[in-house]
């Protein structure tokens, strides 16, 4: 869902189902399948790059990150 968009009745109806723990277990894999793509992205636009420049660079992504 895109951040302009409403959620439906039935997203609602299930988030409102599922406990605290669930939803905070979906938002930790989410982060992580984030942070896998990006790191994915950022070897594929730098390919000459080492893999503790991709990781320093990916923390500083993540630390500095937007809603």
Do not use: S
Not at 44 to 56: G, L, P, R
């Amino acid at each position: 869902m895109l951040a302009d968009e409403q959620a439906t009745p039935e997203q609602v109806a299930a988030l409102r189902e599922m406990t605290g723990m669930r939803r905070m277990q979906l938002a930790e894999q989410l982060y992580w399948f984030a942070r896998k793509m990006k790191k994915a992205g950022l070897q594929a636009q730098h390919i000459d790059w080492t893999e503790e420049q991709i990781n320093c660079e990916l923390v500083r992504i993540f630390l500095h990150a937007r809603t």
